[in-house]
């Protein structure tokens, strides 16, 4: 099977999964979960009360380089 042949097939294949906002969804879920997988942690949502909270503080360059575990955490 030529290239263009096997991508035309691998299209028609997943045409119907594109059309569906359900399939979709459970794409990117899955997508997902292998992400989590091969960081070695569990993705868990977040409430939204909590949530609104992100982004909130600030530290300096001084700050960032006199702790060894923010800077571990912010350079991920």
């Known amino acids: ?3 263009l042949q096997l991508r035309a097939e691998l299209f ?3 045409n119907p999964m594109l059309d569906s906002d ?3 969804r459970k794409m990117a879920q ?8 091969e960081k070695g942690y569990t993705v868990r949502p977040v409430a939204p009360d909590i949530e609104k909270w992100s ?3 600030t530290f300096s360059q001084e700050e960032i380089d006199g702790d060894p575990r923010l800077k571990a955490i912010l350079s991920r």
């Open 30 to 37: 899955q997508s997902e979960q292998v992400a989590a997988q």
């Open 22 to 24: 359900v399939m979709l």
């Open 1 to 3: 099977m030529e290239t």
């Open 12 to 14: 028609r294949e997943m």
């Open 55 to 57: 982004g909130c503080a």
